[in-house]
């Protein structure tokens, strides 16, 4: 009698040429392929109607490596097919509840976090882009944004996607952040980071169809650009420096994904785009790109230079629609805020905002200082 083994993973469906039902793995390796992968008949995913990134636990034999039982999939008993929500079926709106990022002041990186809620406040179902230019501390500030959410929203799913990284850089990330932590290093061909990020943002859509609240920090979209663009076939379109016409489209699908969902649950995808890296494709990867999110951070490198942390450019940093998730009061603080700070340089803006931050205990305080002393801060 062939033993039977508990197995978990995430559910991968890879298309095939013919007209057969495709097989499926579970990944059990962080959604790359691996040797401790199970195979999946077609005729069990057919029957319970599973889809790609589905997180699947069943039994499997262990020679043959074959699931033969399926006993939850995210989380819940098996549900009958037809039953369950498709995503493409939700409908999207504007961020509407708010995900405060500050966190006590003692906290390591807790002005980081507050600097973002006063100049670029995060809402479940944002699409947010961190434009970062080389060495101005977006892996740090992306450890502080996930440490944030996860003591502020445990509610949430949190997923960190990395690609083309250093494997020393994902092994800190792992150890640093109390969340799902998915990683396809620099040693990798391309592909192996394109079906790392699909599988990613398919298993947070599961999770949104659930109606769970999910938030993927993203690095980068730039490196995924370059890998769609380094995997395309030969004789499409190509743009001047050597940028395929198609390698946009994948990373646009997936940074698409972010949304609120009416009918409950929410995406919210915060990815960094690199620029100012010399690379004439990277530029044309910024500008498809940067009219895509509905929230944009920007770091600066004369600030990083200076050695004056979070890098953050508060003048061009901002949300669109966030009168949805400010209430007025703070909103109108909000707004006088910026227009003191905008009247300096984005240097000046950044060290005097961090001044008046250290000296009070929380961004509530620091607004009730702003709505005493700053014209037009106080609501009419």
């Known amino acids: 009698m062939t033993s039977q083994i508990l197995h978990s993973g995430v559910l991968d469906i890879a298309p095939t040429r013919t007209n057969r039902a495709p097989n499926g793995q579970l990944r059990a390796a962080g959604c790359l392929p691996g040797p401790d992968d199970v195979l999946v008949p077609a005729a069990l995913v057919r ?3 599973l889809r790609t990134g589905d997180f699947v636990e069943g039994t499997c034999g262990e020679k043959p490596r074959v699931l033969t039982d399926v006993a939850r999939v995210n989380g819940r008993a098996p549900q009958a097919p037809g039953s369950r929500t498709e995503f493409a079926d939700l409908t999207p709106l504007h961020p509407r509840e708010r995900l405060r990022l500050e966190r006590p002041g003692n906290a390591p990186g807790a002005f980081a976090t507050r600097v973002i809620d006063l100049v670029a406040p995060v809402g479940k179902g944002q699409r947010g882009l961190i434009v970062a230019p080389p060495r101005t501390g977006k892996t740090v500030l992306l450890k502080q944004l996930a440490a944030a959410v996860a003591e502020n929203h445990p509610e949430c799913h949190l997923m960190v996607v990395l690609l083309d990284e250093r494997p ?13 932590v998915l990683a ?19 298993r947070a859509k599961r999770l949104v169809e659930e109606g769970r609240d999910v938030v993927m920090l993203f690095d980068s979209l730039t490196r995924l650009c370059r890998a769609y663009n380094n995997s395309a076939a030969s004789g499409g379109r190509t743009l001047s420096g050597g940028v395929d016409a198609g390698s946009v489209q994948g990373p646009k699908r997936l940074f698409g994904a972010a949304r609120l969902a009416e009918e409950g649950g929410s995406l919210t995808v915060l990815a960094t785009a690199l620029v100012d890296t010399g690379s004439r494709a990277d530029d044309y990867y910024f500008e498809e790109l940067k009219s895509t999110g509905n929230m944009e951070l920007r770091l600066d490198r004369t600030l990083a230079d200076r050695r004056v942390f979070p890098a ?15 209430p007025p009061t703070e909103l109108t603080a909000l707004r006088g805020l910026r227009r003191a700070l905008h009247t300096r340089e984005s240097s000046g803006g950044l060290e005097a905002l961090l001044e008046h931050i250290r000296r009070t205990p929380s961004n509530a305080v620091f607004l009730r200082q702003v709505r005493e002393t700053v014209p037009g801060a106080v609501a009419a």
């Open 168 to 180: 020393e850089e994902v092994t800190d990330m792992r150890r640093s952040v109390r969340g799902e």
């Open 184 to 202: 396809s290093t620099f040693d990798r061909p391309p592909k192996a980071h394109i079906a790392l990020a699909e599988l990613a943002v398919e």
């Open 312 to 326: 953050i450019d508060v003048t061009p940093s901002g949300t669109r629609r966030e009168e949805l998730l400010v």
């Open 47 to 49: 029957r319970l109607g």
